[in-house]
């Protein structure tokens, strides 16, 4: 079925929503906060996990799913979904995030991206019918058009030419999707630039597309450009769409865009940290490599139900990771995914009740980490 998105609740003193996303594989309440399975496998947990902390949607990468391995042979074997064991939504994002970060090892004109493959050298061609192919056949319900993104600082001109050939692509996206399950989205660029961010937005939201994204950001700008910019660019994209921030996700920086209108976020950075010692907690970001917590038996985070809280002392998660044991990334991945679904449950029925400024103000996490 196409996708569908419905408002329920309206925050009073901002422009926040809580809604549903509807697709065939279920539903998506927002807001909400996509974990980031790059290789179709979210590091450090079962799909199972996922499902009984609450997630309801999952990210998946189509330029490392077309290079390994690859999307003919998950179209063979069932599709996305029966491929990671994963019977919820996928949004698969469209390669163009991986054109900006290896930027080294590829080139870009206005018909297409060439590329050479980070893990073997060879030489591949991307162009935005492909994008959309290689998600189609992996069978996202959530698919992204192919982009370009700049890095922080960019000239005027660079920017402008990103902003043209993001339009491009996007109408020849459209022209070749056939998927009817699920929706594409666009992808609003544009640099730092308002004026060229409302351009983009301009040509963008005039497309039809089943949702609209800022992308763009985090890309070295810096936390006040970046809210600065989420800020100017979430009311240019249509009310009645779901709005998706890509890529950003401090808990921060989710409730300030949250307040702006946007109901989608996705980030490596619950994953990331917790593989390397870094723990969201009620009390503040958590160090669990620092010697401090040797000798000490509480768990990670006092007011945590989740099963990494309710097993494991601070000392005996520092001694899992100095000693690299695979169980460290697994129990500190859990707690911060459990975290993530819990802030975002908090934010929901902040929302829901009109009390989100209040929320925002009472809130450890609302700003500045």
């Known amino acids: 079925m196409p996708l569908r998105f419905r408002i329920e609740a309206k925050d009073r003193s901002t422009e926040a929503r809580t809604g549903v996303v509807s697709t065939e594989c279920g539903e998506i309440r927002t807001p909400a906060f996509l974990p980031v399975g790059t290789a179709a496998a979210v590091k450090g947990v079962w799909p199972s996990q996922l499902k009984e902390m609450g997630y309801e ?141 409302r351009r983009s937005a301009e040509e963008i939201c005039a497309l039809p597309f089943s949702g609209y994204a800022i992308g763009g950001v985090s890309v070295g700008e810096g936390k006040d450009l970046l809210r600065e910019t989420v800020a100017f660019t979430a009311p240019l994209l249509p009310a009645e769409k779901p709005r998706y921030l890509m890529g950003v996700g401090t808990p921060g920086d989710i409730l300030f865009a949250v307040a702006r209108g946007v109901d989608l976020f996705d980030c490596v950075l619950p994953t990331r940290n917790a593989r390397n010692g870094m723990l969201f907690t009620s009390a503040g970001p958590m160090s669990i490599k620092q010697a401090r917590h040797a000798d000490d038996s509480l768990p990670p985070d006092e007011a945590c139900e989740c099963p990494t809280c309710r097993t494991f002392s601070r000392a005996y998660l520092r001694h899992l990771y100095l000693q690299k044991e695979i169980l460290s990334s697994m129990a500190l991945t859990v707690h911060n995914l459990h975290y993530y679904r819990m802030w975002m449950e908090r934010i929901r029925e902040a929302i829901s009740v009109g009390n989100l400024e209040h929320f925002m103000k009472e809130s450890p996490d609302s700003g500045g980490e």
């Open 57 to 197: 949607c999952l990210l998946a990468n189509t330029y490392h799913l077309y290079l390994r391995p690859g999307h003919e042979r998950i179209l063979r074997l069932g599709g996305i979904h029966r491929f990671m064991g994963w019977d919820r939504p996928v949004l698969t994002d469209s390669g163009g995030y991986q054109v900006f970060s290896l930027s080294s090892l590829r080139t870009v004109s206005d018909g297409e991206v060439t590329f050479r493959s980070h893990i073997d050298g060879s030489r591949h061609v991307l162009t935005p019918e492909l994008s959309v192919g290689i998600q189609e056949a992996l069978g996202s319900d959530i698919r992204m058009v192919l982009d370009e993104c700049v890095e922080y600082p960019a000239g005027r001109r660079e920017v402008e030419e990103s902003v043209r050939r993001t339009s491009a692509w996007a109408r020849r996206s459209l022209a070749v999707s056939r998927r009817e399950e699920g929706g594409l989205f666009g992808i609003v660029q544009g640099g730092m630039d308002p004026g060229l961010r």
